[in-house]
């Protein structure tokens, strides 16, 4: 199966906040950097936020930023993002990625991210 699973996708009203998990399967989230990216329709994928082996936060976008926090879990294997005072825009599929080795940093480009989750959906409408 896949490495990386996320869940808590949902339909919301605008204002409203979400909490996405990604558990990850072969691998501890401190070996790796562990990136959030979204995708909408008829849009290319876009980076958000990522979180590095050392448990450092970068922002790809500035959209997200004071709204989105990145965090993880170590015991749990897990990472989540917590998405709050949600809009329109936000909707798309999100998933999580990781570049997985010792010391990994985070990067913008998608394609440095060797390992992928089926992704889930956010729906933001009223």
């Known amino acids: 199966q896949k490495p990386l699973m996320e869940s808590g996708g949902a339909a919301v009203q605008p204002g409203g906040s979400l909490r996405l998990s990604c558990t990850t399967d072969?691998?501890?989230?401190?070996?790796?950097?562990i990136g959030w990216f979204r995708q909408a329709p008829g849009k290319e994928r876009e980076g958000i936020i990522c979180?590095?082996?050392?448990?450092?936060?970068?922002h790809f976008t500035d959209a997200g930023e004071g709204r989105f926090t990145i965090s993880r879990e170590s015991v749990l294997n897990a990472v989540y993002l917590q998405m709050n005072n949600l809009t329109p825009g936000d909707t798309g599929d999100y998933y999580c990625?990781?570049?997985?080795?010792?010391?990994?940093?985070?990067?913008?480009?998608?394609?440095?991210?060797?390992?992928w989750g089926q992704g889930t959906t956010v729906t933001v409408a009223s």
């Open positions: 990625a990781a570049h997985v080795g010792p010391g990994a940093m985070c990067l913008m480009t998608p394609t440095w991210y060797d390992s």
């Open positions: 072969g691998f501890a989230v401190a070996d790796a950097a």
């Open positions: 979180i590095n082996s050392r448990g450092l936060t970068t």
